[in-house]
């Protein structure tokens, strides 16, 4: 009887048994994936941080300081803050109201006209350099007549702005109809029912409610032209005063003068951290709009 006894409970035991080992199990995979996850974390951090941190770690304040007088820092710095603030102003102009047009009307070949905004995001910089020189150069489709008339744009400062425009146009107008798209309909179709034209309706009330999202593409533009390289060099050259930006003096300096080739990679590396503190500032009060 007594054991008949025991064998009864030791069944009855058995499965909360099982629900105990089970759970040690899961919890134990569960520590294992949190381990491996949080191990890639410090190694993808790490492997981002330790080249960033070096820029500084290896130029000393006095060399820096130094650097930032000399004349190719100071042309470089000012020609790639002027183009790029002409860049962004050509790109918000043109890009708005493409991005409206894109986020509310439908017309025939949209998904064409899309594919190739995007198209400069992932065509090889040099590639998007080459096609502006066969389209603007002298012997270019285009820059063919126009140098005729006395009129060239291929190694000017001109070709600096045109060759940001051409690839950083792409991030402002996809964040700006995105950020159109977010703007629900409703507030669009009351101010036109109370009266207020298209035109007065898209600058009182969707450009206000939509302007986070432009200005933080915006920001992303100003970023991406300011880091040109490649359609710069091929299509403006490198000539100190006049095409030479700051991503070109970096590689013209590599050849000769480290400390100014740092100095400049430090000041691009702070621009860039301010990229990413005012989109992440603006993103969240996006957030918190949407949310309230």
């Given at each position: 009887m007594a054991s008949n006894r025991s064998r009864i409970s030791y069944l009855i035991e058995l499965p909360n048994r099982s629900q105990e080992t089970i759970g040690i199990s899961t919890r134990a995979r569960e520590m294992a994936l949190k381990t491996a996850l949080g191990f890639l974390l410090i190694?993808?951090?790490?492997?981002?941080?330790?080249?960033?941190?070096?820029?500084?770690?290896?130029?000393?304040?006095?060399?820096?300081?130094?650097?930032?007088?000399?004349?190719?820092?100071?042309?470089?710095?000012?020609?790639?803050?002027?183009?790029?603030?002409?860049?962004?102003?050509?790109?918000?102009?043109?890009?708005?109201?493409?991005?409206?047009?894109?986020?509310?009307?439908?017309?025939?070949?949209?998904?064409?006209?899309?594919?190739?905004?995007?198209?400069p995001v992932i065509m090889p910089p040099a590639v998007a350099g080459i096609a502006l020189l066969m389209a603007f150069g002298r012997m270019g489709i285009l820059g063919h007549y126009l140098n005729a008339f006395g009129f060239c744009i291929a190694f000017t400062t001109l070709a600096v702005v045109m060759a940001q425009v051409f690839v950083s146009s792409p991030f402002y107008i996809r964040q700006a109809k995105t950020s159109f798209e977010d703007v629900d309909m409703a507030f669009e179709n009351a101010a036109r029912t109370?009266?207020?034209?298209?035109?007065?309706?898209?600058?009182?009330?969707?450009?206000?409610?939509?302007?986070?999202?432009?200005?933080?593409?915006?920001?992303?533009?100003?970023?991406?032209?300011?880091?040109?390289?490649?359609?710069?060099?091929?299509?403006?050259?490198?000539?100190?005063?006049?095409?030479?930006?700051?991503?070109?003096?970096?590689?013209?300096?590599?050849?000769?003068?480290?400390?100014?080739?740092?100095?400049?990679?430090?000041?691009?590396?702070?621009?860039?951290?301010?990229?990413?503190?005012?989109?992440?500032?603006?993103?969240?009060r996006v957030h918190k709009n949407v949310r309230s």
């Open positions: 190694l993808a951090v790490a492997f981002i941080a330790l080249p960033v941190a070096s820029l500084f770690l290896k130029s000393p304040l006095d060399a820096t300081i130094r650097s930032m007088q000399d004349p190719v820092v100071i042309d470089a710095l000012r020609l790639s803050l002027t183009t790029s603030t002409l860049t962004i102003l050509v790109v918000v102009l043109m890009g708005t109201p493409i991005a409206y047009v894109n986020a509310r009307f439908h017309y025939p070949g949209k998904e064409i006209a899309d594919s190739l905004i995007d198209l109370l009266g207020a034209s298209r035109f007065y309706t898209f600058f009182h009330v969707i450009l206000p409610m939509a302007s986070n999202g432009l200005v933080s593409g915006a920001i992303m533009a100003f970023a991406r032209s300011l880091g040109e390289f490649g359609a710069t060099i091929m299509f403006a050259g490198n000539f100190q005063g006049r095409t030479q930006t700051m991503p070109l003096a970096i590689y013209t300096a590599m050849q000769g003068d480290l400390d100014v080739s740092l100095c400049l990679a430090m000041i691009l590396v702070a621009i860039s951290f301010l990229v990413i503190a005012l989109v992440k500032t603006l993103t969240r």
